[in-house]
């Protein structure tokens, strides 16, 4: 990181964000196309769990290339000055690379699912109807790089 000054040292602020947050941003790429999308997510024990269709460019990308990147921020807000050059973003973010793999079997996806549903509503239980099950890929990502920043 080149402003140091600015790196988040505190591994469990790092921990705290990505249990609290609702909002990650994930980064596929194949060949040559990058590809970046917004998703609900819950976090466990080193690994993020998204859900999507069973078909689509997520699913096709991950089978090209199991890498990604994703970004987390927390309390980004814009500050206004009198000239362009002196306005300013405070924020913190979170940066990390993992492996994503794809979790098909039922008891797994359940658990899954109740992972981001606790992380996006704070409750626990939770049931889900066979064809919700049925049309549901999980998508789990396991951490294995992550880093913190924070402009205050």
Not at 4 to 33: G, P, V
Not at 100 to 123: C, F, H, P, R
Request: net charge negative.
């Amino acid at each position: 990181m080149r402003r140091k000054e600015k790196t988040i040292t505190d591994r469990n602020e790092i921990l705290e964000i990505l249990s609290m947050e609702k909002i990650c941003r994930i980064a596929f790429a194949d060949d040559k196309t990058p590809y970046i999308v917004p998703v609900n997510y819950g976090y466990r024990d080193n690994s993020l769990y998204i859900h999507c269709a069973k078909a689509g460019r997520k699913i096709e990308m991950i089978k090209k290339n199991s890498i990604v990147c994703f970004e987390i921020e927390h309390d980004a807000h814009t500050v206004q000055a009198d000239t362009a050059c002196r306005w300013d973003t405070l924020y913190t973010s979170i940066i990390g690379y993992g492996n994503a793999e794809l979790v098909t079997d039922t008891s797994s996806v359940i658990d899954a699912l109740d992972v981001i549903m606790k992380q996006q509503s704070g409750q626990d239980e939770w049931s889900y109807d066979e064809r919700s099950l049925k049309n549901v890929m999980i998508i789990k990502i396991i951490i294995e790089s992550i880093s913190g920043k924070r402009s205050i």
